[in-house]
């Protein structure tokens, strides 16, 4: 069994992975929209919005994201989050975890 919590006053981190356990997906965090965008090349994320509202921009399309939404953004596709609520804060899965597959925009 594994349990973590997150840190709320780092803006986003990770809970566990393969670099860690042998959990063979990539479970994170986030409770602001960092703006760094970027693209995977081998990897899907998996975007699960616990509370609060962000904007997301995907393939320079703007999606608005409330609690309960999820967003699968594919290998490729150039991805940020740009605004977000205070209350904001959203899970993300990497799968097939790739290490050094984030590519910088």
């Given at each position: 069994?594994?349990?973590q ?20 997906v ?44 999820m967003?699968?953004?594919e ?10 609520s205070?209350?904001?804060y ?16």
């Amino acid at each position: 069994m594994i349990h973590q919590t997150p840190d709320r006053q780092v803006a986003k981190g990770w809970f566990v992975g393969p670099w860690n356990s042998g959990v063979p997906v990539a479970v994170g965090y986030a409770n602001a929209g960092v703006n760094e965008p970027h693209h995977h090349a081998q990897m899907f994320e998996i975007y699960l919005v616990a509370s609060g509202t962000s904007t997301a921009v995907v393939n320079q399309q703007s999606i608005q994201l409330q609690p309960g939404d999820m967003l699968v953004v594919e290998p490729g596709e150039p991805h940020t989050f740009t605004h977000n609520s205070e209350d904001y804060y959203h899970f993300v899965i990497q799968t097939p975890f790739a290490p050094g597959d984030k590519i910088n925009d």
